[in-house]
């Protein structure tokens, strides 16, 4: 069964550093988004990208970070200067189409964990 | 409270039990969705349910909606001690023409421990 791949699966850097944080998604999905899960915390939405342009984001998704696809099968998040509260599980997510469809099911890869010290 | 709320926070049944988890939301959706997380792990989707529906299965799966209320909810019928993981509630809203724009909300999600 086709599945979302991340890597690396553990990223530990220093304040201040900047990561790039990558994803394979599922090859003929159409929109990507980031996710993700401070420990002991809820899944926050972070950013959705279709047709090579971010659709939506939210608060926390500030000049910090960036998204790209630089490629027809990768889609990454680049943190710039890393923070300690950045700490967190990141998700990555593909669905084929949004609605209320099963096409919109978002499939999650096993995520990152980011450790920033 | 705030979007995709679940209660109980956590529950703790012996094996072959039902384990009933609940959701409750505050703005329109256009669908809620069920996911399954083991600990440290991705999330697995488990079921969607479409807003103008009420009730879906899969296996032993069971998924209510009332958008009257607001609120779902996501039954495991014949509970096994491999069903142990958080679940988690997350809704997609809805615009004004009724389509989703794809994000999910997620709530706080339910710690459920099936005992063998």
């Known amino acids: 069964e086709p599945e979302v791949t991340q890597t690396p699966s553990h990223q530990v850097t220093q304040m201040g550093q900047e990561v790039i944080l990558r994803c394979v998604p599922i090859s003929n999905h159409l929109y990507f988004y980031w996710y993700r899960q401070i420990l002991g915390q809820k899944v926050e939405f972070l950013v959705s990208?279709?047709?090579?342009?971010?659709?939506?984001k939210s608060e926390i998704f500030d000049d910090q970070f960036s998204v790209e696809r630089p490629d027809g099968s990768n889609f990454t998040l680049k943190i710039r200067s890393t923070k300690l509260e950045d700490s967190a599980m990141y998700f990555c997510?593909?669905?084929?189409?949004?609605?209320?469809?099963?096409?919109?099911?978002?499939?999650f890869g096993a995520g990152t964990r980011l450790s920033v010290l | 409270s705030q979007q995709g709320e679940e209660d109980p926070q956590a529950l703790s049944i012996q094996e072959g039990e039902n384990a009933t988890m609940n959701c409750s939301y505050k703005t329109s959706i256009n669908n809620l969705q069920w996911y399954r997380q083991n600990s440290g792990r991705g999330l697995v989707h488990l079921i969607l349910i479409r807003s103008n529906e009420r009730e879906k299965h899969s296996g032993r799966l069971r998924v209510t909606l009332d958008t009257s209320k607001k609120s779902s909810s996501l039954l495991i019928t014949a509970s096994r001690a491999a069903d142990t993981a958080s679940y988690f509630c997350?809704?997609?809203?809805?615009?004004?023409?009724?389509?989703?724009?794809?994000?999910?909300?997620f709530g706080q999600g339910t710690i459920l421990t099936v005992h063998p």
């Open positions: 997350a809704t997609a809203p809805s615009n004004a023409g009724g389509t989703s724009y794809g994000k999910l909300t």
């Open positions: 990208f279709y047709n090579n342009e971010i659709s939506e």
């Open positions: 997510a593909s669905s084929y189409r949004t609605g209320g469809a099963t096409k919109n099911i978002q499939y």
